[in-house]
């Protein structure tokens, strides 16, 4: 298991005996662990090919897998009744949604935590280049990519594009994005922890009315 899902697992605490939502939940690194002691894990994922491993995770004996339940949609349009689950956790999956969609993603989970219920995102973290932080992260894999000669100089030029117009399949913002954003759509506690290199993980809690 790797750091980033070591942190995520720790973030989300003790789950015993709730309902949780992962959204990108791939082929179950962070849904698998959580569905042990969850009440139920309710997996969204826009790859059927991913969802399809996470069930055959399942059926090769592990533990308590009557509670997961998969849904092969967009995280962009997955929906669920209000107040319905205790914890939204979502890791290295956001970053794929733009911006309006990672706002109405905060939004519904918002809408979808019981009072008090806790939202978790750990992804690729990183804004435009603008901030130290994001400088640092940039200049260790432009210095990565330059070793492998012109290949890797044709990456750094293509990947210097797509951050500063956003045009890639990966659409990361920074830790502060994310944390204005939870705090701005009614969250508290909003925490950030860094983990390693770009990876983040921020929190927040539903006020308890
Ligand atoms: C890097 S994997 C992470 C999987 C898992 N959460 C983990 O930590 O191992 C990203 C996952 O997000 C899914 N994904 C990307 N965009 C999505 C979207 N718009 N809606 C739902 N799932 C999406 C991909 O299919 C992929 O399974």
């Given at each position: 298991?790797?750091?980033v899902?070591?942190?995520?697992?720790?973030?989300?605490g003790?789950?015993?005996?709730?309902?949780?939502?992962?959204l990108?939940?791939?082929s179950?690194?962070?849904t698998?662990?959580?569905?042990?002691?969850?009440?139920?894990?309710?997996?969204?994922d826009?790859?059927?090919?991913m969802l399809?491993?996470?069930?055959?995770?399942l059926?090769?004996?592990?533990?308590?897998?009557q509670n997961?339940?998969?849904?092969?949609?967009?995280?962009?349009t997955?929906?669920?009744?209000?107040?319905?689950?205790?914890?939204?956790?979502?890791?290295?999956?956001?970053h794929?949604?733009?911006?309006?969609?990672?706002?109405?993603?905060?939004?519904?989970a918002?809408?979808?935590?019981?009072?008090?219920?806790?939202?978790?995102?750990?992804?690729?973290?990183?804004?435009?280049?603008?901030?130290a932080?994001?400088?640092?992260?940039?200049?260790?894999?432009v210095?990565?990519?330059?070793?492998?000669?012109?290949?890797g100089w044709?990456?750094?030029?293509?990947?210097?594009v797509?951050?500063s117009l956003?045009t890639g399949?990966?659409?990361?913002?920074?830790?502060?994005?994310?944390?204005?954003?939870l705090?701005?759509?009614?969250?508290?506690d909003?925490?950030?922890?860094?983990?390693v290199?770009?990876a983040?993980?921020?929190?927040?809690?539903?006020?308890?009315t």
């Amino acid at each position: 298991m790797s750091r980033v899902h070591r942190e995520t697992l720790a973030a989300c605490g003790d789950v015993s005996g709730l309902d949780v939502v992962d959204l990108g939940a791939g082929s179950g690194a962070i849904t698998v662990p959580l569905a042990m002691t969850a009440r139920q894990v309710i997996a969204v994922d826009l790859s059927s090919r991913m969802l399809a491993d996470l069930q055959q995770g399942l059926e090769t004996g592990l533990g308590n897998v009557q509670n997961v339940t998969t849904h092969c949609m967009d995280i962009a349009t997955f929906d669920l009744p209000p107040r319905s689950v205790d914890l939204v956790v979502s890791c290295y999956a956001m970053h794929h949604l733009n911006d309006a969609e990672k706002a109405a993603a905060i939004r519904h989970a918002a809408a979808w935590l019981r009072p008090g219920g806790r939202i978790v995102l750990a992804d690729m973290m990183l804004g435009r280049g603008l901030g130290a932080r994001d400088r640092k992260i940039i200049a260790s894999k432009v210095r990565l990519l330059a070793r492998k000669g012109v290949g890797g100089w044709w990456r750094i030029a293509k990947n210097a594009v797509r951050l500063s117009l956003r045009t890639g399949t990966e659409k990361p913002c920074s830790p502060g994005y994310w944390s204005h954003l939870l705090a701005s759509s009614g969250f508290t506690d909003v925490a950030v922890s860094e983990v390693v290199a770009e990876a983040a993980v921020v929190t927040g809690r539903r006020p308890p009315t």
